[in-house]
Structures are given as structure tokens and as C-alpha cells.
């Protein structure tokens, strides 16, 4: 009972954070993408935080032990991510063209800050448990637990709204992903929005993710993302 009270009140939190932040996201992309690549982006985010809440309640209904594994997966998941990030970054190549941010990264940073403020708060409750004694049904293992999964989804936010979007030699680099040429089928420059652009992929990025990339490039480098790309994608 304890642990579903603690992964409810997690949800709550996550909630508190990620439905104003779609909002926000989606009122950005309209702006910066459009409606119909915007309304997709909105699907998809939807669609994947509804997976993570029935994967989450699976794993909470295994009892204590479902949360604690699913936050420490989740903490492994995001270090390996990010340690593995330089290596793969060289993978791709000499770099071609650093586009930069974009809205998105800042929008990105601030889900990163407003969780790392939960982070601060669950790691202070955990001091204060720990240091006031634990109960005796409640191991140190789940006392950080919540702390150590904060951290990771606040880390993940803040790296990602740091990152940039880049050209290199073997690929695109994007939101600390990489997308070799020959994964890419196809791109093209939206007509309404013509600093918009649309690349295709002969498979999602990675697991989850759509097929394609809505990416507002800005005027000053949008000639030479047009070389770049004819010259590494047969469109």
C-alpha cells in the first residue's frame, strides 16, 4: 500500500510537469512546424506517456519491488545513454554544419529544471528518513529509489535541451541521437513554413520514435543544409 501511494504520487508529480509542458510543446511546434507535424508530435508524446504509465502500474502491481526495479532500470538506462553519447557523437564524423538549439531545446530545459526541483525535494526527504531512522519494513533500496529516478528523468531533460542540432560527415545529430545517411529516405522543405524541414527515415531513430523529423532550420544556414543534404541523401 505504501509503495502504490508512492507511485501515485510520483504520477501526480510527472503529470504536473508533462501535461503543461505538451501544452506549451504543442502551442511551440504549431508555431515553429505547423499543424499537422505539430498535431503528430502531440500523438506521439501521448502515445508514449500512456505506454510508460501501463508499464509503470505493471511493474508497481509486482509490489514494492516492481517500482524500485523500474526506477533503477530507468537510471541505467539514461547513464549508458548519456556516457555512451561522445562515442557515438564521433561515430558520426567530422562535423559539417552546428545548426544550434531550437524552442523545443528550451522547452526541454525547463521540464529538465522543474524536475530536478522534485529531485531536491525527494532527495531531502530521503536524508531526513535516513537520518531519522527507517521504519522496519523499509530498506534503504527504496528509500532512494524515487531520488535516484528524478535525478536520471531530470538529467535526461537537461541534456537533451543542451543538445544541438548538427550535420557531420556519416550522419545528423539530434537530441542526442544519431541518423546515419543511409538511414534517411527522403526530405523536403514545407511549403506553408519554407524554414521548415521534413526528413524521412527508412526506420525510426530509435524504439517508439515516428519515422520522420520536423526541424525548423534558420534562414542563415538553410542554404547549406540544402548542400548538405543533396549531397548525402538521394531524394
Not at 504536473?16 to 502531440?42: D, E, F, K, N
Request: hydrophobic letters at 50%; one cysteine or more.
Amino acid at each position: 500500500m505504501m509503495m502504490l501511494e508512492s507511485f501515485s504520487t510520483g504520477l501526480i508529480l510527472l503529470l504536473i510537469v508533462i501535461l503543461p509542458a505538451m501544452a506549451i510543446g504543442y502551442a511551440i511546434s504549431y508555431r515553429t512546424i505547423g499543424h499537422q507535424a505539430a498535431q503528430r508530435r502531440l500523438t506521439r508524446t501521448a502515445l508514449l506517456i500512456l505506454l510508460a504509465f501501463f508499464v509503470g502500474f505493471g511493474l508497481n502491481s509486482l509490489g514494492k519491488y516492481g517500482s524500485i526495479s523500474i526506477y533503477f532500470l530507468f537510471a541505467a538506462f539514461v547513464a549508458l545513454w548519456l556516457l555512451s553519447w561522445n562515442w557515438r557523437k564521433r561515430k558520426a564524423g567530422a562535423l559539417l554544419l552546428d545548426v544550434g538549439r531550437f524552442s523545443r531545446s528550451k522547452l526541454m530545459l525547463w521540464a529538465g529544471v522543474l524536475e530536478a526541483l522534485f529531485a531536491v525535494f525527494y532527495t531531502w526527504s530521503a536524508i531526513s528518513r535516513i537520518s531519522t531512522g527507517l521504519e522496519s519494513d523499509t530498506n534503504l533500496v527504496e528509500v532512494i529509489a524515487q531520488p535516484v529516478f528524478f535525478w536520471s528523468l531530470a538529467i535526461s531533460f537537461l541534456s537533451m535541451g543542451l543538445s544541438r542540432l548538427e550535420f557531420r560527415e556519416n550522419g545528423i545529430c539530434y537530441m542526442l541521437s544519431v541518423v546515419k545517411w543511409e538511414k534517411l529516405t527522403s526530405y523536403s522543405w514545407s511549403q506553408e513554413k519554407p524554414n521548415i524541414l521534413t526528413i524521412e527515415f527508412k526506420q525510426p531513430p530509435y524504439l517508439l520514435s515516428t519515422g520522420f523529423w520536423s526541424l525548423p532550420i534558420p534562414s542563415a544556414h538553410r542554404d547549406a543544409v540544402r548542400q548538405i543534404l543533396a549531397e548525402h541523401v538521394n531524394n
